[in-house]
């Protein structure tokens, strides 16, 4: 068991998440244990408590406890089987020398945490394709929501990709199917969000809560929350094929939005409501018959500046299967919808 370290971040392992960069110097750390070191202020930088989703920047010294001397097994290295190898693989959507992009399946998380052991992250050593080093996450989506998702090739990538989507240089849009017609067809949804109380049984664990622009700074937790939509097409009423754009990033944006308009994403059972059948009001996320009960939310584009050469990269995920035979159901044709749905109304 060693004792007390101070280390110090080295210049070329700057800009990352600190519990990415904690796994890479002990791999023997699983993501829970890493979480419960912030949690009780174990792990420090320059002397301060974190989180483990903290960036860290050269120079900074981070304190960490003592820590077990014993082997430091390589926690993925042999825990990807050739199925998981398989399907991440025939996940890929595009893919150069600095660049990955998945289309990535619902239910599949994109890191690990207490109940999670299958995840983008860990399933990353399979996406090699003969270079040395593992992509890098460097945006999420949630769990049960599919599509675009961009990992960086090697480190240098990764820190420009992820500058981007911090500072918004990417345009993510998102297709959905909703509960009702939203009225007016479009127009952006600023509510801020501060997440639920409680957690457990009995809490509403990761659920985020809608508050009035005005109440966000008076609000401890709130943050502010913009989401532009459009109607890209309309059933009677009973279901509309939405496009939205999450202009913030914040948790469950894009679900929390729409519930609180009164147009709940299909098969959305924590802001929907699970046990509610919508029959063409604008209410309850279960739309019955042959529709599957799975979320409706796909990150169908992302449009950003290529990292290393600057060009323009346009990716596009097709449906996942639930979405596709919703599609088909309902008879609306992917081929229809522009790429930007929102270019008309720029």
């Not at 159901?329 to 270019?343: G, K, L, N, T």
Request: aromatic fraction near 4%.
């Amino acid at each position: 068991m060693s004792g007390v370290q101070l280390l110090t971040v080295a210049e070329g392992d700057g800009d990352q998440r600190l519990d990415r960069w904690l796994r890479r110097q002990f791999p023997q750390l699983s993501q829970v244990k890493i979480e419960k070191m912030c949690r009780k202020g174990e792990v420090r930088v320059d002397k301060g408590r974190v989180k483990p989703a903290t960036r860290i920047t050269a120079g900074q010294v981070v304190r960490v406890p003592p820590m077990d001397d014993g082997p430091r097994p390589q926690l993925f290295k042999h825990r990807v089987s050739d199925a998981d190898a398989k399907m991440i693989r025939d996940c890929v959507i595009y893919r150069d020398d600095h660049v990955i992009a998945l289309n990535k399946p619902p239910g599949l998380p994109v890191q690990g945490g207490s109940k999670q052991t299958r995840h983008v992250d860990g399933l990353a050593q399979a996406l090699t394709f003969g270079l040395d080093e593992d992509p890098r996450l460097v945006h999420r989506l949630d769990k049960d929501t599919s599509g675009v998702l961009v990992l960086g090739r090697n480190r240098a990538a990764a820190a420009a990709l992820a500058e981007a989507f911090r500072h918004r240089a990417t345009r993510k849009i998102y297709w959905a199917a909703v509960a009702g017609a939203p009225t007016p067809k479009s127009g952006t949804i600023k509510f801020g969000l501060v997440k639920a109380p409680g957690h457990g049984k009995r809490g509403e664990g990761e659920k985020m809560h809608c508050l009035h622009p005005d109440d966000v700074r008076h609000t401890e937790g709130a943050k502010r929350a913009t989401t532009d939509f459009t109607t890209i097409s309309n059933l009677g009423g009973r279901v509309s094929w939405m496009g939205l754009v999450p202009v913030t990033g914040r948790t469950h944006q894009l679900r929390a939005h729409m519930a609180e308009l009164g147009h709940p994403i299909v098969g959305d059972g924590k802001y929907g409501g699970s046990g509610q059948e919508n029959l063409g009001d604008g209410w309850g996320s279960q739309l019955g018959g042959d529709i599957s009960k799975k979320l409706h939310l796909h990150a169908r584009h992302l449009i950003m500046e290529h990292p290393m050469t600057g060009n323009t990269l346009s990716l596009t995920a097709p449906l996942p299967p639930h979405m596709a035979r919703t599609w088909d159901q309902f008879q609306w044709d992917a081929a229809d919808a522009p790429i930007d749905p929102f270019e008309d109304l720029l």
